[in-house]
């Protein structure tokens, strides 16, 4: 989240910032032609389980929202029509959200990193190509 405060002046307004990588999105994408957006504009449904709303703002918080503003189902909302949208049916954003959570979970970036001795706090840059072969090596894909 650092990072993402720091590029383009953007500013955060979450205090204290997640220690650990968050998501962004989900974006359905193919080979073929630029990814899909905004495909409908059915309604996102709001969460029925407390334990995914807690998870949601852990993993997936806004992080240009103050913490003291609830819930980032705002954010959300728009990732969904964006995104989730383009892949899921109407009545199934839930779904949506959940394999992006079981996606950062299974493909835990900062584990990844901190087991290739990548620490926060080290003086001297990484090199993006050593972050990108380390990370493309654990999860066995490379990305395009």
């Not at 949506?96 to 003086?123: C, M, Q």
Request: aromatic share 12%; charged share 20%.
């Amino acid at each position: 989240p650092k990072s993402f405060c720091l590029v383009n002046s953007r500013k955060c307004q979450r205090n204290p910032l997640p220690s650990n990588f968050t998501i962004h999105g989900l974006w359905p994408d193919n080979y073929t032609r630029q990814a899909p957006q905004s495909c409908t504009t059915n309604n996102f449904q709001r969460f029925t389980d407390t334990d995914i709303e807690q998870r949601m703002e852990e993993s997936w918080p806004d992080l240009k929202q103050p913490s003291i503003a609830g819930l980032s189902y705002n954010f959300w909302q728009d990732q969904w029509r964006k995104h989730g949208s383009c892949c899921f049916p109407p009545h199934e954003s839930e779904i949506y959200f959940l394999k992006a959570l079981e996606l950062k979970d299974r493909l835990d970036v900062l584990t990844i990193l901190e087991n290739n001795n990548f620490n926060p706090g080290t003086p001297q840059p990484f090199s993006v190509l050593r972050v990108f072969n380390t990370i493309s090596r654990a999860i066995g894909k490379t990305p395009i």
